[in-house]
């Protein structure tokens, strides 16, 4: 088991009244399982993969990753957490504008120590699977909403995470850049990696093998595609 959430409760304080987001959820997720999180905007979807990303933490319940319990009370452990399982491919994409696609992609390996010549190597490895190895000299500001969608899932996998988290990975794409990322997620399962993906895209959610859907942060029903 990768991923075994117990009891998950997660409020936030707005306007002096108290926000239940998450409401006693539950759920396991295998190793190499896809999962699709769907449910309407403010059901709770974007917070329970910040909790499972370690971005975020819940007011009660337990998060037990492969069988290890989880300490949200430890800065240092949720960073190493984060830092050592996990790839993050956030709305936005979250680029640094004034920097190159290189070193955006690299910005993962520079913070693990990796050598010049490893860093290279993975970046123009990920930037070939991905079409964008003619953009690394470019900023984010030159390219297209596609191109940095592309960057931002290069970045998130350049590590070779266990577990991919992507938000939202193809709103706001065109179909070609949208079928090369889902071309890249079957990829990355059939290699062992676990996906859990938030998306409103049933095309999307249709190549996870389940859909966990959330309804103001309650648990409504898992369904198995087949």
Not at 67 to 85: A, D, G, N, P, W
Request: hydrophobic residues 40%; contains cysteine.
């Amino acid at each position: 088991m990768l991923i075994h959430l117990k009891n998950i409760y997660k409020s936030y304080n707005f306007k002096r009244q108290k926000i239940n987001v998450l409401n006693d959820v539950n759920m396991m997720v295998e190793k190499g399982d896809r999962v699709a999180i769907m449910g309407k905007s403010g059901s709770g979807k974007t917070t329970l993969l910040n909790i499972i990303g370690g971005l975020d933490f819940p007011d009660s319940g337990q998060y037990w990753f492969e069988e290890k319990l989880i300490s949200f009370k430890s800065q240092s452990e949720i960073s190493e957490f984060r830092r050592k399982k996990i790839g993050f491919i956030p709305q936005g994409f979250s680029l640094i504008d004034y920097k190159s696609t290189y070193f955006n992609i690299a910005l993962p390996l520079k913070f693990r120590n990796y050598s010049k010549n490893d860093i290279e190597r993975r970046v123009l490895s990920v930037a070939h699977e991905l079409e964008i190895n003619k953009l690394l000299d470019k900023s984010p500001r030159q390219l297209s909403v596609g191109e940095c969608q592309r960057v931002a899932i290069a970045r998130a996998i350049i590590t070779s995470p266990i577990l991919i988290l992507a938000d939202e990975p193809t709103s706001s794409l065109d179909k070609e850049t949208e079928m090369v990322i889902l071309k890249l997620f079957d990829k990355l399962q059939s290699e062992g990696t676990t996906i859990i993906t938030v998306t409103h895209d049933f095309e999307v959610a249709s190549k996870c093998r389940r859909v966990l859907t959330l309804v103001n942060g309650v648990v409504k029903n898992f369904s198995i595609n087949s």
